[in-house]
């Protein structure tokens, strides 16, 4: 019965024309529940955020079930579609998180369905007493760099610094992304609350803070045509 449902699924979904990959892109957009935990991961998530939650945790355990969250966040949103590596060291510099598509995943052209993730992409927990500065944030971004990598996730219990649209940490971010072409997206606690309570997926979060960064940095939209031009061209 449930081999003839998923063909029936199948079928369906190819004869609208639609592909794996722009489902679970639409998926992300609408934020379908289909892109959640389920109940087992989710009940294991929420234990993690009520303990790192909790007042008088020191720093050094906090950071570490930081990490531990952010990696069942990956490892188990969605089953097989990312491997995760944990503290991975370059020749200068460790990652918390090394996250890359599975091969199942590549050969299922599920990775075309989030472009923004590359190939590959790093995701770094800071668990600072408030929020991340600008010095953080313009390591994260070397190390990217160092990486070769265009985007990253940074998961900071308190969120970066920064109010207005070009200030602190959040004003760099968005330097970077217009000069650098490197993304990054910060999830702080009440993007967390929002997956414990099942409002969100780290995808459809992912999507809209990229969405958001790609569109407060587009120019292109006020760069019009002047009136001279013409006159100038013919003039010359």
Known sequence: M???RFRQAEQALEKSGYTLADFLRDSSRYNSTLLMMGDEDVKK???LYNYIDQEGLAKGEKGKKLEELSTLLF?????????VYNN??????EIDLLIRWTETARLAGINGAFPCFGESFLCECKNYDGK??????GKFSSLMAVTSTDFGVMISWDG?????SWNDSLGLIKKIALSEKRYIIVLDK??????????????????DKYTALKNEIDYSKYILKHEAENHMILNN
């Open 2 to 4: 449930q081999e003839k």
């Open 45 to 47: 998530y929420r234990e």
């Open 75 to 83: 490892q188990k949103s969605v089953i097989n579609l990312f491997d």
């Open 88 to 93: 991975c060291r370059t020749s200068t510099n």
């Open 132 to 137: 991340v500065g600008v010095t953080y944030v």
């Open 160 to 164: 970066v610094t920064g109010r207005s």
């Open 190 to 207: 009440v993007d967390l609350k929002k997956i414990y309570d099942r409002k969100e997926s780290v995808f459809s979060l992912v999507y």
